[in-house]
């Protein structure tokens, strides 16, 4: 069976201030969607929102996530259900390596629908780990480095997109993946996401400012936001027109953006 996220009349609020006005989106396994908009039109407070962040309340609204009500899961039962978010500044984590954070990561969902569950088997774990960077084309010696500590920006999205495919989410949601990468970065990290469509059927969500990443992650649909709503749907040639003419015609056919 496909899993989807059903959004359905989203509102959210961060210290009282309304920054989702009733969003309506429709993400299903094994689909792209790009998600753009300008400046403080609410994208990122849309992924911390799904994710489950504590500084940001749905108000109203529901969100449907495999069948379950996503609002009423704690954040680490929203991952464990199939649900990741890819940061746009990933946190450093100094002495704890890359491969034993996602041991760690794999244990802990197994023995959440298995308490008795001793997790994940050291050499099960090294195989896994060997088949998913050699999917994404990664260095072995990648994985025995510290998370994120002394990383390049590129590296830092490198590893998220390592920690999707080890994971194997049902649906991802990817925070501005594109921002401060160089284009050699962009298109490896963009191709390495794209890949997990085909090998695990995840579906993803992307947001982004610019249509750049979407020359390597070709999304099936694109959505704008403004002011806290998504204003236009349509295909890749939407991207393209924001791409050629900007959002000043969204601007003007819709009002203009309040800072989020």
Do not use: C
């Amino acid at each position: 069976m496909t899993a989807a996220l059903e959004i359905k009349n989203l509102h959210a609020s961060i210290n009282d201030q309304e920054i989702l006005k009733g969003i309506n989106l429709l993400v299903k396994q094994g689909e792209i969607h790009a998600l753009m908009g300008p400046n403080g039109s609410g994208k990122s407070t849309l992924a911390y929102t799904l994710a489950g962040h504590p500084a940001y309340e749905a108000t109203a609204g529901e969100v449907i996530f495999d069948g379950r009500d996503l609002l009423e899961l704690a954040a680490d039962e929203r991952a464990r259900a199939g649900l990741f978010l890819a940061f746009q500044y990933p946190v450093a984590v100094p002495g704890v390596t890359l491969a034993k954070f996602l041991r760690q990561a794999i244990n802990s969902r197994y023995q959440a629908g298995d308490p008795d569950s001793k997790g994940i088997s050291i050499p099960a774990f090294r195989r896994l780990l060997k088949e998913k960077m050699s999917l994404l084309d990664m260095d072995q010696k990648f994985a025995g480095r510290y998370l994120n500590d002394g990383f390049s920006g590129g590296e830092k999205k490198r590893a998220e997109i390592l920690q999707m495919a080890t994971l194997e989410p049902k649906i991802s949601i990817m925070d501005e993946t594109d921002s401060g990468l160089d284009i050699d970065a962009l298109r490896i990290v963009a191709q390495g996401a794209a890949s997990l469509r085909d090998s695990i059927n995840m579906g993803t969500l992307v947001i982004t400012h610019y249509q750049r990443i979407l020359n390597y992650i070709k999304p099936d649909y694109v959505h704008i936001m403004l002011d806290g709503r998504i204003v236009e749907s349509g295909g890749s040639e939407l991207a393209h027109k924001l791409e050629a003419s900007g959002y000043d015609w969204i601007r003007e056919k819709y009002g203009t953006a309040e800072e989020a």
